[in-house]
C-alpha cells in the first residue's frame, strides 16, 4: 500500500506539470499574464465518495476553470486548471 501513495503522488505531481505545460502553451502571445493553478488528485477506487474542494478570491468576469475526471476499476483521478487573471 505505501509503494501505491508514493505512486500516486509522482503520478499526481507529473501530470500537474504536463497540464500546466500544455496551458501555457495555449496562451497566446499578446495575452495579458495570469496565474495557472493545477490540482490533480490521484488514489484507489474502493467505490466509496471522494469530495473535492478549493477557495481562491475570484473575478467571475475573467476567471476561469476546467476540470477532468478519470475512473477505471483500480483508481480515480481528477484534475482541475484554475485560470486567474493577473
Same mark, same amino acid.
Not at 503522488?9 to 500546466?20: F, P, Y
Given at each position: 500500500?505505501?509503494?501505491?501513495?508514493?505512486? %500516486?503522488?509522482? /503520478? !499526481?505531481?507529473? @501530470?500537474?506539470? =504536463? =497540464?500546466?505545460?500544455?496551458?501555457?502553451? /495555449?496562451?497566446?502571445?499578446? &495575452? &495579458?499574464? %495570469?496565474?495557472? #493553478?493545477?490540482?490533480?488528485?490521484?488514489?484507489?477506487?474502493?467505490?466509496? @465518495?471522494? %469530495?473535492?474542494?478549493?477557495? %481562491? *478570491?475570484?473575478?467571475?468576469? &475573467?476567471?476561469?476553470?476546467? !476540470?477532468?475526471?478519470?475512473?477505471?476499476? !483500480?483508481?480515480?483521478? #481528477?484534475?482541475?486548471?484554475?485560470? *486567474?487573471? !493577473?
Amino acid at each position: 500500500m505505501l509503494r501505491c501513495v508514493y505512486r %500516486c503522488s509522482r /503520478l !499526481s505531481n507529473d @501530470m500537474c506539470s =504536463i =497540464i500546466k505545460d500544455r496551458v501555457k502553451d /495555449l496562451q497566446q502571445q499578446d &495575452e &495579458e499574464r %495570469c496565474k495557472l #493553478v493545477v490540482h490533480v488528485m490521484v488514489g484507489q477506487d474502493c467505490d466509496q @465518495m471522494v %469530495c473535492l474542494s478549493s477557495r %481562491c *478570491l475570484w473575478n467571475a468576469d &475573467e476567471d476561469s476553470l476546467a !476540470s477532468a475526471t478519470y475512473r477505471n476499476n !483500480s483508481l480515480f483521478a #481528477v484534475g482541475v486548471v484554475f485560470w *486567474l487573471s !493577473s
